[in-house]
């Protein structure tokens, strides 16, 4: 069976070597095949872009019900409420340990396996947020279906007996395009984002609300027999509330009492939100947030968002988090009264198609996280957070035990204990014998020092930086710096992926041979500037998103340039170049001459001067904007937009600077090829296909497809686009992603990364000199 690979490059001069090669180590790119089998169909991969050279028990002590029970639960129906120690489950206080998937960053064929490591990992519960752009591409049109089937993905954490923790916001943030809002909200009049405003509070509340009635008519809430426990409206808003004043405020408190009137019979979270009402729990995002306590005595400590890597950017190098620093966060946080942990990723994943928020934000959602994007166990940080949890558990009789606080014991300058049990310790002896249930955690905060402290009648060596974790305040059953895990290195090589362990035998993974690849590439010219009857001419420069509405990445402007004999003679004279001037400029522009690639600019709201050769008479100046991903956070988003702000002129001319700014433009949304559908296999006939030859130099813009035979097996399958410069790129006609070759600078990545120490996302950064992202 053939994949079909449309390969369509944007903005490049030159094509001198496009390659494609593919591996078995990451997922399938399509949502609908099965990773077992792929559809019948030929398999396409269509690029559009520049190329350039070169485990506990989950459900407790509750009734679970295997798989969903004739009575259509999932779980015996429970209350969930708190108190000022624990979330209760059942009316039972648990210390829960919470995993983040964001189900539309895989395909629901990974689902399954992705839940399964995250219970195998030791997780209680699945976090998630909801994407409001995803569910309702236009107003009032709903989509629940393939990646976004948020229903299935819910019974499927149902099944495997996990709870669900449901962040509906419906803001997000989440480095997903536009935080998670559709575009077509910021059309609506008069309305303001996040704020006390009709229009927007109107539309929030209808979204909301749909959600709510959807999760009680499929019986998922706790009390119904379903796994959804905890939910979230809004989400870090306190962190610019201020902006907006008493407004912000107000807005603040209607978001909560809007979602408190939805009688969903289980409580609402408001992270970072120091001033959430008394009804509302108030959460901690952060690295570290073993310090945090809520605003009332009467609401439990809980970490939404425990930040176990990072994000990356498009040129920027690769975060990392070592499995040390991640698991003495954890355990400090338990330790320190906290009792639900959410690791904001368990699994990141992929931003498909262009999900990818801004600005300037990679395809890749890998986040250093525990299951990396390819739905592969990531060792040690896996094995070792696994360990972590055991050892939580085993605690975890003692840690609800107490109603007040731990008993404290200072073991040293930077050394220190915290005891729960439901008596009072004496710690100068050994506590074996005694009836009661006891519980440690011995801390060591010296960054530098191994330290052996005295406590229950012996000694016990602390390393740097670590907690050691006691079930029975005696023996250590985890150290946070010790890792027990086994150490995975993955490797991709074209045609040969390998994967190595240190301690166990080489397992090599079905890899792609050079019989699979094509021996011909098909090519297509794609136009530069005006090609269709969308096309429209107006005065004036227009905002990119108006003019889009984010159904494209792409915006050409066009214009005509009258040049004089006098202008040629000036230039000569002085021996310069006129130059086209920007004063800003959003993600990438690119500027023509006459169908010719003049120069490009990357940035976020950075000016372009491109110097520019014109002929004598008239000349056609094109310009193209490229959004590459939309602003993701931050106040007053509808206002951000894309394209170009400002004034646009010619400088250098001989009778000196001319304002295009005001002139005549036709506009065109998107690329001729990307509206004609042509990445599909039932559209090829829309464009025309030459075979490339490899010494022919390509147009800037170029569509490349080639088929190969789809991989055997059901391993995850990757493709290296390394080499393709920056664009698009199709499977069967899916969207995977967007690529880009941007190298990250040399600098700025250690040769080795030291655990102890207070972690930052560019402490332990990896991938310097090297595109940020070459496999997809």
């Known amino acids: 069976m053939k994949w079909k690979y449309y390969i369509a490059k944007v903005a490049a001069l030159t094509v001198p ?26 398999p396409l991969l269509v690029v559009v872009g520049a190329c350039f050279a070169a485990s506990a028990s989950a459900a407790g002590q509750l009734r679970e019900v295997v798989g969903k029970g004739t009575d259509g639960l999932f779980f015996e129906p429970f209350n969930v409420s708190y108190d000022h120690r624990a979330v209760r489950v059942g009316g039972e206080r648990r210390m829960l340990v919470s995993a983040g998937v964001h189900y539309p960053r895989a395909t629901p064929e990974m689902w399954p396996s992705i839940i399964a490591k995250c219970k195998e990992g030791g997780a209680d519960v699945i976090e998630t947020y909801i994407f409001w752009n995803g569910h309702e591409p236009a107003k009032g049109q709903y989509y629940f279906e393939e990646r976004f089937d948020l229903v299935r993905f819910i019974k499927l954490v149902a099944a495997e007996g996990l709870f669900l923790f449901l962040r509906i916001g419906p803001y997000a943030c989440a480095e997903w395009n536009f935080g998670g809002f559709p575009v077509w909200l910021r059309d609506i009049p008069g309305i303001e984002f996040r704020t006390d405003n009709e229009p927007y509070k109107a539309e929030m509340q209808t979204f909301v609300t749909k959600i709510v009635d959807m999760m009680k008519d499929e019986k998922l809430y706790s009390w119904q027999g379903g796994p959804i426990i905890l939910q979230q409206i809004e989400n870090e808003y306190g962190n610019i509330q201020g902006k907006y004043g008493q407004a912000g405020k107000r807005y603040m408190q209607w978001a909560a009492q809007m979602a408190l009137g939805l009688d969903t019979g289980i409580p609402w979270v408001m992270c970072r939100q120091t001033d959430a009402p008394e009804q509302i729990l108030d959460t901690c995002n952060a690295f570290y947030c073993d310090g945090f306590k809520p605003n009332s005595y009467n609401k439990p400590t809980i970490w939404t968002e425990d930040w176990d890597g990072w994000y990356a950017d498009w040129g920027g190098p690769l975060p990392h988090r070592p499995a040390e620093d991640s698991a003495f966060a954890v355990a400090r946080f338990y330790q320190r009264g906290g009792s639900l942990q959410n690791y904001y990723m368990y699994f990141g994943g992929t931003n498909f198609a262009r999900t990818a928020g801004g600005p300037l934000q ?165 136009t530069i500037g005006t090609w ?47 130059s086209l001037i920007i004063d800003q400029i959003r993600d990438v522009a690119r ?19 491109q110097p520019i050769q014109f002929v004598r008479g008239l000349n056609e100046l094109t310009l193209l904007s490229e959004i590459v991903g939309l602003q993701n956070y931050g106040a007053f988003l509808e206002k951000d937009g894309a394209g170009f702000k ?8 001989s009778n000196g600077d001319t304002d295009l700014t005001n002139s005549a433009w036709t506009y065109q949304v998107g690329l001729k090829g990307e509206f004609s559908m042509i990445y599909t296999p039932e559209k090829q006939e829309c464009a025309e296909w030459s075979a490339m030859q490899t010494d022919n130099i390509q147009s800037p813009f170029t569509w490349y497809k080639t088929m190969v035979d789809a991989p055997e097996g059901t391993d995850p399958v990757a493709i290296d686009l390394g080499s393709m410069g920056k664009g698009q790129a199709w499977v069967n006609g899916r969207l995977i992603g967007r690529y880009w070759s941007l190298v990250a600078p040399e600098s700025g990545c250690p040769s080795s990364c030291n655990y102890p120490g207070a972690y930052s996302e560019t402490k332990c950064q990896s991938n310097c000199g090297m595109p940020t992202q070459s496999w997809y």
């Open 646 to 653: 400002g004034q646009v002129k010619l400088t250098g001319l």
């Open 17 to 42: 070597r496009c390659a494609f090669s593919a591996s078995t180590l990451l997922p399938p790119m399509a949502a609908s095949p099965s990773p077992s089998r792929f559809r019948p169909l030929l």
């Open 532 to 578: 269709g009857d969308g096309s429209f001419a107006t005065q004036g420069i227009l905002e990119h998103l108006n003019v889009t509405k984010d159904i494209s990445d792409y915006l050409w402007y066009t214009t005509s340039v009258n040049i004089s004999d006098e202008d040629v003679a000036f230039w000569s004279s002085k021996g310069v170049l006129p």
């Open 591 to 609: 500027v023509f001459v006459n169908g010719k690639l003049a120069g490009s600019q990357v940035g976020h709201w950075v000016s372009l001067k």
């Open 362 to 526: 990679i395809t890749s959602y890998d986040y250093d996280a525990p299951i990396n994007e390819y739905g592969m166990l990531r060792q040690p940080k896996w094995g070792h957070l696994k360990d972590l949890h055991t050892a939580i558990k085993l605690c975890e009789p003692a840690l609800i035990a107490v109603d007040g606080s731990p008993q404290y014991v200072k073991l040293g300058s930077m050394q220190e204990a915290h005891i729960y049990s439901s008596a009072k310790v004496h710690t100068n002896g050994s506590t074996a014998g005694n009836a009661q249930i006891c519980s440690a955690f011995l801390a060591n905060i010296d960054e530098h020092k191994y330290v052996s402290v005295w406590i229950f009648g012996k000694s016990y060596n602390l390393p740097p930086w670590s907690v050691s974790i006691l079930p029975d305040c005696e023996n250590v059953a985890f150290n946070t710096a010790r890792v027990g895990a086994q150490t995975s290195v993955f490797t991709f090589e074209s045609g040969s992926p390998s994967h190595s362990s240190r301690r166990e035998p080489s397992v090599l993974l079905p890899g792609v041979r050079g019989s699979y690849l094509s021996s011909t590439w098909w090519t297509s010219k794609e």
